[in-house]
């Protein structure tokens, strides 16, 4: 079913190799968010709270913040950068655009390898030639790539252990996500919604990219477990054939899972976001369109689907429902925290997916008026759905107003939840479109989405907010707006800061209870990818990449021609207190 390319190294000797391979283990990376020396996963944490427990720099100390080093990616690759660095045994591991990645020292910020992957010229990624970051396992570091590969590397050496192809670029899949390590599996999925491909999580072993389950996210197609000869053996369809998908467009219904998971072990549940059906235009595909916009509940042993949270039923605006559910305690419960691109904030039932609360965390929702808490269904504004072209002229739907934009009131970029504040600190975005609808087709490899659109800023002064938001509550407790959209990602520590980057290339920390602005730092491009933190000899470290890219200046419409003064880059700044050099 799959074309299987595994390389070993020549003369390894079995033994060896497992030896190497219990480097980084099951243990440590289940209790990666409590490790103050490494950052073993994407989020910080397998749950993604990207929360650290480290004080040395703090309210007090972090205007003493200054550079150790920074590192360039050099040559003329410099598009969007929105990786996060993997810090483990004395080496960085930091993803680069155009499915590049770095080993450095983290000592001196020399380069000790890099691999950059042979990319086919018709690649067709939707939003830009990025890369979140990598996993870690064992003595290999893992990453996926723009032609929908997954390959292994020796962590020290740089040398590739096992390769393996996803899907068929060709088709549109590609790879952008980090990967997850969840119960000793690798778990990743894949991209390319907007060329009508069809979402799905799949589980490898990351010792040797064997396939143990793959799992669809479009209701209607074949989940397949994999025996040790690598057999594909029946585990079930997803859901119902055209229950909620009529005709045939679930043959080609999108969903991709293109941001990753988290992995919760009080739970031993992994979590996956799926982004918008396909096509957008939603006349062509009545119903709920499963499990499109929404957040799945799999085992991560088996990829069977626990539960599904739906957060745009019908999905009309490219809504995905991709974005991280991070999990948290709240009244001796534990809950899952989601700050959806349609504009509402969830909280759900991290065991069994009941809602318990959903609320705005942007200031313009036009789409539904709310959230009913009882049915966890959206309450549709009928009016301000894109219309059916067919209806009109037959080239045009009606046009409307539809906010947030299709790029979302919250998009790739992480949150982070403190649980000393109990606050989730979020990177919004307030913006709109006009948006019709055009008939369409479906083409292999093709633009699928038969709607046409134009982003604009809501507001004169701001278009990004980093916002503290309550789950209890629902409040708004402090913000800061930012004069172009943010889509960087954000730490927060247990010094009672918050870090978080903005296209205006600053690196900046606040207040976590107040929001107040204590230090900045120009980087020298915009930041668009998630900072990161850890101690090394009794010295606290911050590092983050730097370089404008991403969905923004591509989709961005009228906001992107506000933004395009904007340099690109391509490089990580690594800081720490100047009484510490």
């Known amino acids: 079913m799959k074309t299987r390319m595994t390389i070993l190294l020549a003369g390894l000797a079995p033994l060896a190799f497992i030896a190497q391979a219990a480097d980084i283990t099951n243990a440590m990376i289940e209790n990666a968010a409590?490790?103050?020396k490494n950052v073993l996963s994407f989020g910080m944490g397998t749950q993604g709270q990207r929360f650290s427990t480290l004080t040395q720099i703090n309210t007090k100390t972090v205007g003493q913040l200054v550079p150790a080093w920074s590192f360039s990616f050099g040559g003329e690759k410099q598009r969007g950068q929105e990786s996060q660095p993997i810090i483990a045994n004395g080496k960085m591991f930091v993803t680069a655009?155009?499915?590049?990645?770095y080993a450095i020292d983290l000592k001196t910020g020399n380069k000790l390898w890099k691999y950059e992957h042979r990319l086919p010229e018709a690649i067709m990624p939707c939003c830009d030639v990025v890369n979140r970051g990598a996993a870690v396992y064992g003595n290999l570091v893992i990453f996926g790539t723009l032609d929908a590969q997954l390959v292994a590397l020796d962590q020290n050496t740089g040398k590739v252990v096992w390769k393996e192809k996803v899907d068929d670029y060709a088709a549109g899949y590609s790879?952008?996500?980090?990967?997850?390590i969840a119960k000793g599996v690798l778990i990743t999925g894949v991209s390319g919604g907007e060329f009508g491909i069809v979402?799905?999580?799949?589980?490898?072993?990351?010792?040797?990219?064997?396939?143990?389950?793959?799992?669809?996210?479009?209701?209607?197609?074949?989940?397949?477990?994999?025996?040790?000869?690598?057999?594909?053996?029946?585990?079930?369809?997803?859901?119902?054939v055209n229950k909620s998908w009529p005709g045939e467009l679930w043959k080609t219904g999108g969903a991709s899972t293109w941001m990753g998971g988290?992995?919760?072990?009080a739970t031993g549940l992994a979590y996956i976001g799926t982004g918008n059906p396909a096509p957008w235009n939603s006349h062509l595909r009545p119903g709920d369109n499963l499990y499109s916009s929404s957040t799945l509940a799999l085992d991560p042993t088996t990829g069977q689907i626990k539960w599904a949270y739906q957060s745009t039923p019908n999905d009309s605006w490219d809504f995905d429902g991709a974005n991280e559910f991070v999990t948290f305690d709240m009244n001796g419960k534990r809950y899952g925290g989601k700050a959806d691109r349609n504009g509402f904030f969830?909280?759900?039932?991290a065991k069994t997916g009941q809602l318990q609360n959903a609320f705005p965390f942007v200031n313009k929702i036009t789409w539904a008026s709310g959230i009913d808490l009882k049915t966890g269904r959206p309450n549709f504004i009928a009016a301000n759905r894109p219309s059916d072209p067919t209806k009109g002229d037959g080239k045009k739907?009606?046009?409307?107003?539809?906010?947030?934009?299709?790029?979302?009131?919250?998009?790739?970029?992480?949150?982070?939840?403190?649980?000393?504040?109990?606050?989730?600190?979020?990177?919004?975005?307030e913006w709109g479109m006009e948006i019709w609808n055009e008939p369409i087709t479906y083409k292999k490899g093709g633009a699928y989405l038969g709607a046409g659109f134009t982003i604009r800023p809501l507001n004169d002064d701001y278009i990004g907010a980093l916002r503290a938001v309550d789950p209890k509550t629902g409040k708004i407790v402090w913000e800061n707006k930012n004069t172009a959209p943010l889509w960087g990602g954000v730490m927060t520590t247990a010094g009672g800061?918050?870090?978080?980057?903005?296209?205006?290339?600053?690196?900046?920390a606040v207040d976590a209870k107040s929001g107040k602005e204590l230090w900045k730092f120009q980087t020298g491009s915009g930041v668009v990818a998630p900072p990161v933190t850890w101690e090394d000899g009794g010295v606290q470290y911050v590092a983050v990449v730097s370089g404008w890219g991403g969905a923004v200046p591509l989709w961005g419409g009228e906001v992107a021609k506000k933004v395009n003064f904007l340099e690109q880059g391509g490089s990580v700044w690594v800081f720490k207190l100047a009484s510490k050099i």
């Not at 790879?175 to 997850?180: R, V």
């Not at 934009?405 to 600190?425: C, D, E, I, R, V």
């Open 397 to 429: 739907g009606s046009t409307v107003f539809a906010a947030p934009a299709f790029l979302g009131a919250k998009n790739q970029m992480p949150m982070a939840y403190s649980p000393q504040t109990g606050l989730f600190y979020v990177p919004a975005n």
């Open 346 to 349: 969830y909280v759900i039932d």
């Open 262 to 265: 988290t992995y919760d072990p």
């Open 497 to 508: 800061l918050v870090f978080y980057g903005t296209p205006e290339g600053f690196l900046k």
């Open 175 to 180: 790879m952008t996500a980090a990967p997850l």
């Open 199 to 240: 979402g799905r999580v799949e589980g490898r072993n990351p010792l040797t990219g064997e396939l143990l389950w793959s799992r669809p996210t479009v209701e209607g197609h074949m989940g397949y477990k994999y025996d040790k000869d690598g057999k594909a053996l029946d585990a079930g369809v997803t859901g119902t």
């Open 34 to 36: 409590k490790d103050t």
């Open 97 to 101: 655009s155009y499915s590049r990645i």
